[in-house]
């Protein structure tokens, strides 16, 4: 019991340390990597669409980016979650709207509710799904026009460009890695079996 305290207490003190540490190597990066990922879907937006179908850029790809910019090693920034939380929230939100479309105080709870029971069963829980299941309910305009393409453009095409951009931007340097396959675990371990051999 002592021993599992006291490693969680090490493992706690690490987590904090490394979160509360002020790198500007990686907050570059992670500016770098936020500015040209939102940049991108932005410009395609501005340039590419005609501005009747000017919905390729919503409010929760700015959630995401905070968190496969700025938090990359976290278990909620991974592909799988940043897809799979962002698509399946989308078929959920979409699904919610053709169901109880006018009943807003209502359609809006049971969009959100659901994303995240989604989320949860597929192992694919990221925060801004959340919010992607409730601009479907929520919106005016295109977005409910665009039915079940809402899941394609701009969810999902703004979720592969948000990837693509991570991939290139958080493997630049040798102190990120992305996608993270629990690298604090193993560098913990590393360190507990090195100090056990001495």
């Known amino acids: 019991m002592k021993k ?3 490693r969680t207490f090490r493992v706690s003190k690490y987590v904090i340390y490394k979160e509360t540490l002020v790198d500007y190597k990686e907050h570059f990066w992670s500016f770098l990597g936020a500015f040209f990922g939102i940049g991108l879907i932005a410009f395609i937006q501005s340039h590419q669409l005609l501005q009747a179908e000017n919905v390729f850029l919503i409010g929760s790809f700015g959630a995401s980016s905070v968190l496969i910019y700025g938090a990359i090693q976290s278990p909620l920034a991974q592909p799988r979650n940043l897809i799979g939380g962002h698509v399946l929230s ?6 919610v709207y053709k169901i109880v479309p006018d009943i807003i105080w209502l359609s809006a709870p049971l969009a959100v509710a659901f994303s995240i029971i989604v989320m949860q069963y597929t192992k694919t829980l990221h925060p801004p799904g959340g919010a992607t299941a409730l601009i479907a309910v929520s919106s005016t305009g295109k977005i409910p026009e665009l039915g079940y393409w809402y899941v394609v453009s701009p969810v999902l095409s ?19 890695s992305y996608p993270t396959h629990n690298r604090l675990i193993k560098l913990l371990r590393k360190k507990h079996t090195h100090r056990m051999k001495k």
Do not use: D, Q
């Open 4 to 6: 599992t305290i006291k």
């Open 90 to 95: 989308a078929i959920v939100g979409v699904t």
């Open 158 to 176: 703004g979720c592969i460009i948000l990837l693509i951009v991570a991939l290139f931007f958080n493997n630049l340097t040798a102190n990120r």
